[in-house]
Structures are given as structure tokens and as C-alpha cells.
């Protein structure tokens, strides 16, 4: 296993400590997180560690694949790890920050949608010799999803203080972007998906 594969696995438990940080019952144990008022926000210490947890795992998911290209150490190992990792790492955490009331629904939602039906036509043209390449749109929904995650789990801060949900505007143009970049992945692979009609 080299050090990209390893950072890789690291993601993965770094997204699997965060899960049980955001939803183990530590209340029917008698524990909890302190609450500090922030300027006039309350600010929960379990979600400001999960947001520096989140942002750590975000780091890897930037630094495996820069240390793989660079070094020539990208595998079919890696790149399967890989794909699990950032699906366990950012679906997870914002199926979880739906349910428990910081971001819409509708944001997770799209999302794991999306990466259904993207990752399906990864599949297929996989399947017939072809390799997809990420594409601007994709780039862009994945850096608005990250920072506007963090932004969330940091209460907003400091864009909460000027009346500003950027962390929402984040999410919700991450939505758009899913969406767009779904399209665009169909389009450039239609003739793969449908070989008859393109003839």
C-alpha cells in the first residue's frame, strides 16, 4: 500500500470518526459538548471538531491524488479508494447535517443522486475502453460542496455576523453545479450509453 493509497484509508476513518462523533447517543451516557456563545452565537464544541475533523479529510482527499500524479503511484487500488472515501466523507456528513437540521434536504439529495448517475456512466464507458476525465463544472460543485460544508459545521462564522448564509448559497449553487455537470458527463457520453442512436 503506498502513501497515497494510505491517505486514501486515512479519509475513510477520518469519515467514519466523524459519523460516530455526529450521531453516537453520548446524551444516554450522561456526556456532552459544551456550548460557548460566540458573539451572540451558540456554538456546539462537537460540531467544531467534526469541522476541523472534515476539514483534515478534505486536505487528503487534495494531497493523495497530488502525491499519486506527481509520483506516478496512481493504482486501480487507489482510485477505487479513493472514489469510496470521498462518497463516505462528504455524503455521509451532509445526509447527516440534514437530519439534524443545519443544511435543506434537498442539498443531499441532489447530490447522492447525482453521483448515482454520474458514477453510473463512469461505469459504462469503463466497461467500453473509455477513461471519463473530471470536467470544470464537476471541479466547481466539489469545492463549493467542501467549503460550504465547513462553513456549516463552523455555524457560518464569520458570515453569520453580517446577516449572510454563505454556507447555504455554497450548497445550494453545489446543487446547481451537480446537476449541470450530470448533464454534461450524459452528453459527452451519449454515444456510449446509446451506440445505436449515434449512428
Known sequence: MNLPTKLTVL?????????????????????????FDFYGVQVELQYIIAGVIFIVASLTDWLDGYIARKYNMVTDTGKMLDAIADKALVNTVLI??????FVHVIVP?????RDIVVNAI??????????VAAIGSGKLKT????????????????????????????LYFACIMSIISAVQYFNMNKDIIFPSKAK
Open 143 to 170: 469545492a463549493s460542496l467542501m467549503v460550504g460544508t465547513t462553513l456549516a459545521f463552523f455555524y457560518n462564522i464569520p458570515f453569520v455576523f453580517l446577516h449572510v448564509s454563505v454556507d447555504q448559497f455554497l
Open 109 to 113: 439529495v441532489v447530490i447522492v443522486l
Open 11 to 35: 479519509r475513510l476513518i477520518l469519515s467514519l470518526v466523524i459519523v460516530g462523533l455526529l450521531c453516537f447517543p453520548f446524551h444516554a451516557f450522561g456526556l456532552t459538548f459544551p456550548v
Open 122 to 131: 463512469k461505469m459504462e464507458a469503463a466497461g467500453k475502453g473509455k477513461v
Open 96 to 101: 447527516i447535517l440534514a437530519a439534524q437540521g
